[in-house]
T-cell receptor, first 111, second 116 residues
Framework: GDSVTQMEGPVTLSEEAFLTINCTYTATGYPSLFWYVQYPGEGLQLLLKATKADDKGSNKGFEATYRKETTSFHLEKGSVQVSDSAVYFCALYFGNEKLTFGTGTRLTIIP | GAVVSQHPSWVICKSGTSVKIECRSLDFQATTMFWYRQFPKQSLMLMATSNEGSKATYEQGVEKDKFLINHASLTLSTLTVTSAHPEDSSFYIC????????????FGPGTRLTVT
């Protein structure tokens, strides 16, 4: 079945460091790919998305590129801030109403 | 906009009792609501999908008689865990989607259930 694999956390970085959170997927076909973010005490929010190969999703300084050849959708940010501390989820969607999530990666940014 | 609330945010109940969790869409009409369960350090697992006015569709392995889902209005869905046991302790998250929204789901903040 479809699945998403995320790098295990937690990840702790200093402010202004470069961030990469790895995400790879297994699917029969070409799903849409998403990154969701969950801030403390809040629900998951859509951070960015890509619906086809080579698409780049971006939002709030975060970027991820849909790589069909490596079945990956790694999340990156050039300079993280304390306010980026949250749990990040990679997910895929095939148009059957169901989102398939990775395990989530907890990110902590220290000043 | 697109806010989803859950109540309660956490609940402790005794083994054998039932507990109800509410999921509300505050500023839009949710034709479809989803219920997820999340174990520590694991991904969100979809339990069931409910459409307003219809019976919920449960994922394989989810006991429909144990996890009762009601979606009686366009702004409210409830999940009732019946005859709860310690293994039902988990984090339950709902999400809601408006008609024609495709993949776009709006998530509630979750409910922590502890069964003693």
């Amino acid at each position: 079945g479809d699945s998403v694999t995320q790098m295990e956390g937690p990840v702790t970085l200093s402010e202004e460091a470069f961030l990469t959170i790895n995400c790879t997927y297994t699917a029969t076909g070409y799903p849409s790919l998403f990154w969701y973010v969950q801030y403390p005490g809040e629900g998951l929010q859509l951070l960015l998305k890509a619906t086809k190969a080579d698409d780049k999703g971006s939002n709030k300084g975060f970027e991820a590129t849909y790589r069909k050849e490596t079945t990956s959708f790694h999340l990156e940010k050039g300079s993280v801030q304390v306010s980026d501390s949250a749990v990040y989820f990679c997910a895929l969607y095939f148009g059957n109403e169901k989102l398939t999530f990775g395990t989530g990666t907890r990110l902590t940014i220290i000043p | 906009g697109a806010v989803v609330s859950q109540h309660p945010s956490w609940v402790i109940c005794k083994s054998g009792t039932s507990v109800k969790i509410e999921c509300r869409s505050l500023d839009f009409q949710a034709t479809t609501m989803f219920w997820y369960r999340q174990f520590p350090k694991q991904s969100l697992m979809l339990m069931a999908t409910s459409n307003e006015g219809s019976k919920a569709t449960y994922e394989q392995g989810v006991e429909k008689d144990k996890f009762l889902i009601n979606h009686a209005s366009l702004t409210l869905s409830t999940l009732t865990v019946t005859s709860a046991h310690p293994e039902d302790s988990s984090f339950y998250i709902c999400s809601a989607r408006a008609l024609g929204q495709g993949y776009e789901q709006y998530f509630g903040p979750g409910t922590r259930l502890t069964v003693t």
